[in-house]
């Protein structure tokens, strides 16, 4: 008997970043957990105000997205960094065998991972994201 494909699991995580947040850190950690048995994931993301229509130049927010899977988030030491696309990308996948450029194919390990969300500019009244996740 053959398996039968599964459902894919779509994690929706939003929040907002506020001026205060970049003074206290240049990035922010949005955790989700990875369940056992993922061979893949997909990562969209949309940030309020990134149309140039939205307002002067300097208002408009920029956020730039990073992934970490569950072997650690620390930048100097490395061992869970997956990719970085800045602001270049709305969307990155990761599988196994292959990862859009600037992300590092390989075991999608269960456990916690990290969207890293640089806060290059954030405008005063702060920037609310939305982060869609496919496993």
């Not at 995580?13 to 950690?29: E, N, P």
């Amino acid at each position: 008997m053959r398996a039968q494909p599964r459902e894919p699991l779509v994690l929706q995580l939003a929040g907002t970043v506020t001026r205060a947040d970049k003074q206290a850190s240049d990035y922010r950690l949005v955790p989700f957990d990875v369940p056992p048995g993922a061979q893949r994931l997909r990562v969209e993301y949309a940030y309020a105000g990134n149309d140039p229509a939205a307002g002067g130049f300097g208002e408009r927010p920029v956020l730039d997205i990073g992934a970490f899977d569950p072997r650690g988030s620390d930048f100097l030491a490395g061992l869970g960094f997956r990719g970085w696309s800045g602001g270049a990308r709305s969307a990155f996948e990761i599988g196994p065998s292959e990862a859009t450029p600037g992300y590092l194919p390989g075991p999608i390990h269960p456990g916690r991972w990290q969207i890293l969300l640089g806060l290059y500019r954030i405008p005063s009244a702060g920037c609310r994201y939305e982060i869609t996740i496919t496993l």
